[in-house]
């Protein structure tokens, strides 16, 4: 017979491996199972004449502060999606072109987008992304 203990370290360990996971529907209305590993999303420079750029990124609970990124480099977030398939990063972008805020991460968005590796991408013309699904979006810089 199971001492009350045991049963609570048994509940404890099954609660913190389903925070893990999430189950998510494809477009064929089939059931998945995934498992949340760790997600990256890395933000590149590709503006022209060696401008840097500043990033300053947060979700709900978490900052992670303002960094300067160089020409030809890039800013790597990596983080765990949350059980409820909440997880949402929004970022502001200051370049010499101008000033942009859009949703870096969102898991209802990106789970199938982008899986774990997500890429953007910094230019004269604003922040893109683009996948191999063919899934893009651009955030152009504002106008004068």
Same mark, same amino acid.
């Given at each position: 017979?199971?001492?009350?203990?045991?049963?609570?370290?048994?509940?404890?360990? &099954? %609660?913190? /491996?389903?925070?893990?996971?999430? #189950?998510?529907? /494809?477009?064929?209305?089939?059931?998945?199972? !995934?498992?949340?590993?760790?997600?990256?999303?890395?933000?590149?420079?590709? &503006?022209?004449?060696?401008?840097?750029?500043? #990033?300053? @990124?947060? /979700?709900?609970?978490?900052? $992670?502060?303002?960094?300067?990124?160089?020409?030809?480099?890039?800013?790597?977030?990596?983080?765990?999606?949350? %059980?409820? *398939?909440?997880?949402? %990063?929004? @970022?502001? #972008?200051?370049?010499?072109?101008?000033?942009?805020?859009? $949703? &870096? !991460?969102?898991?209802?968005?990106?789970?199938?987008? @982008?899986?774990?590796? @997500?890429?953007?991408? $910094?230019?004269?013309?604003? $922040?893109?992304?683009?996948?191999?699904?063919?899934? !893009? %979006? &651009?955030? *152009?810089?504002?106008?004068?």
């Amino acid at each position: 017979n199971m001492s009350l203990t045991n049963k609570h370290i048994i509940l404890l360990a &099954l %609660f913190i /491996s389903l925070g893990e996971a999430t #189950i998510a529907f /494809s477009s064929r209305d089939q059931t998945k199972f !995934y498992i949340h590993s760790t997600v990256y999303v890395r933000v590149s420079n590709s &503006l022209d004449d060696g401008a840097e750029f500043t #990033i300053h @990124c947060k /979700s709900k609970n978490d900052d $992670v502060g303002t960094h300067v990124i160089p020409a030809g480099q890039s800013y790597t977030l990596s983080f765990h999606p949350n %059980f409820w *398939g909440t997880t949402l %990063f929004f @970022c502001g #972008i200051t370049s010499p072109e101008g000033s942009v805020e859009f $949703v &870096l !991460y969102d898991f209802i968005r990106d789970f199938m987008r @982008c899986e774990n590796e @997500c890429d953007w991408t $910094v230019s004269n013309m604003g $922040v893109s992304s683009n996948t191999p699904g063919g899934f !893009y %979006f &651009l955030y *152009g810089w504002p106008k004068p």
